[in-house]
């Protein structure tokens, strides 16, 4: 055992000699404060010409651009005493600066959306442009050979954070924005595109005009940090979608101009919305199709003949209506909308339907009527008006079979007391006939007015 320790002695002896010696030369090598004259951007001081750079010396060139920036901002800013200003101080704090920030907004570009009717949200998926001046990013092309500084993580330098603001109370969770692409020019000018994920709710007031109606979604967005320097700028061109991933799934989709607040007691702020209409018509088909053939039918219903036939259609009319009524349930119920609207085609599927159920009712009374067998005759003037109306509107001039048969049995008949009361019935079904034309005539006009007014 005694042995063992004493060879393991002997060896940590020999590694620490060693290691002194290697330590001693190095130190002779490369002597303290040696390391420190070192630069690596010194090797970029003879470049006259960026193009013979290879691609990771181009990048290490942007890097040292970059530190002699920031580097300058440093020494700048010392009286604040804050650590990396250059990414944490807005450029109003740069010499000669001024006191807001002018953040302008280019094109807004739409990629991607989705719509939930049940919850009458829409979210929205893009990129925008957007620029600001940063004179503290400001170099001297002449000594740099480049005209243009490409950042590569957005936590270098400044940038405004911005976000959506549902209401006029917080943030919603389920916006996210990501500031990639941010670019420099010698001036100072900062370029960046800023990809959005933004949610919102929706304006369905417009459900009247279902299945043609729009949903109007509208955004709103707000500095998150320096809200006080921010001032946002347009440059007027409306929202845009992108044709390379852009996909409408049967909806019409606009953006409006964005606007933006420049009332100063209050935060900037810039506003834009966007405009979805349905155009799927096969939809539009489906259900005006129902519409207008049950309304069709129920207008015509009055030119078919008799007064018996006239309500045997009515109610096959009422029927198809019906089920028309069913369709529409199933395809509308679940997109109601947010307001009391009614959809025009279900309001006029709604007047049709009342119309056509208050014709069957007179249609059922005035025939009821006409088959009371009466002794006397009709008023004289009763008569005549009921010659004139059969006469003239010869829709109206119809007799049933049983009329007619009525009438040839009291002509068969020897007792002109029979052929007196055969002759009155005659009178009073035709008086009852021009009756009958008249009221459904007068129901299928305020039908037509009503049609026109709620359109």
Not at 398 to 416: A, C, I, R
């Amino acid at each position: 055992m005694l042995a063992i320790v004493t060879r393991m002695r002997k060896s940590l002896s020999t590694l620490a000699l060693l290691c002194a010696a290697l330590f001693g030369y190095a130190f002779a090598q490369f002597p303290p404060g040696a390391g420190t004259s070192l630069d690596v951007c010194k090797y970029f001081e003879n470049v006259t010409d960026v193009q013979t750079l290879t691609s990771h010396e181009y990048v290490a060139y942007e890097q040292c651009l970059y530190y002699f920036l920031a580097n300058k901002a440093q020494h700048t800013n010392v009286r604040f005493g804050t650590i990396h200003p250059i990414a944490t101080l807005p450029p109003t704090y740069a010499e000669d600066a001024p006191k807001s920030v002018k953040v302008q907004i280019g094109q807004i570009t739409l990629q991607h959306f989705q719509l939930n009717e049940f919850l009458k949200d829409l979210q929205i998926v893009g990129y925008m442009q957007m620029e600001w001046e940063d004179k503290r990013l400001a170099w001297d092309p002449s000594q740099w050979k480049v005209d243009k500084l490409k950042i590569h993580a957005a936590s270098h330098i400044w940038i405004p954070v911005l976000s959506s603001q549902a209401f006029d109370t917080s943030l919603r969770n389920d916006d996210a924005m990501e500031v990639r692409k941010i670019t420099v020019s010698p001036r100072g000018n900062v370029s960046a595109i800023v990809s959005y994920s933004l949610k919102t709710f929706c304006d369905d007031t417009d459900f009247r005009h279902y299945p043609m109606d729009i949903y109007k979604c509208c955004y709103q967005l707000e500095p998150h940090f320096h809200q006080e320097i921010i001032e946002f700028g347009i440059d007027g061109q409306p929202v845009f979608t992108d044709p390379k991933y852009f996909r409408d799934y049967g909806w019409s989709v606009s953006g409006t101009i964005p606007t933006v607040n420049l009332d100063p007691r209050v935060v900037s702020q810039l506003n834009f919305c966007i405009n979805l209409q349905r155009s799927t018509n096969s939809v539009k088909i489906e259900l005006s199709v129902a519409t207008w053939v049950g309304s069709i039918l129920f207008v015509c219903s009055i030119f078919i003949g008799s007064i018996r036939n006239q309500i045997l259609v009515k109610l096959f009319v009422l029927l198809l209506q019906f089920l028309a009524l069913q369709l529409f349930s199933n395809r509308i119920a679940p997109h109601l909308g947010a307001s009391a609207a009614t959809p025009v085609l279900l309001a006029v599927h709604e007047f049709a339907m009342v119309m056509n159920t208050l014709s069957i009712v007179a249609s059922v009374i005035i025939l009821m009527m006409s088959r009371i067998r009466r002794t006397l005759p009709p008023w004289n003037w009763l008569i005549k008006a009921s010659q004139i109306v059969n006469r003239f509107v010869c829709v109206f001039n119809t007799v049933g079979e049983s009329d007619e048969v009525e009438m040839e049995k009291g002509g068969n008949s020897p007792s002109s007391n029979s052929f007196s009361g055969s002759r009155y019935q005659a009178d009073w079904e035709a008086a009852f006939v021009a009756i009958h034309g008249l009221v459904t005539s007068l129901i299928i006009l305020i039908f037509l007015l009503g049609y026109l007014l709620i359109n």
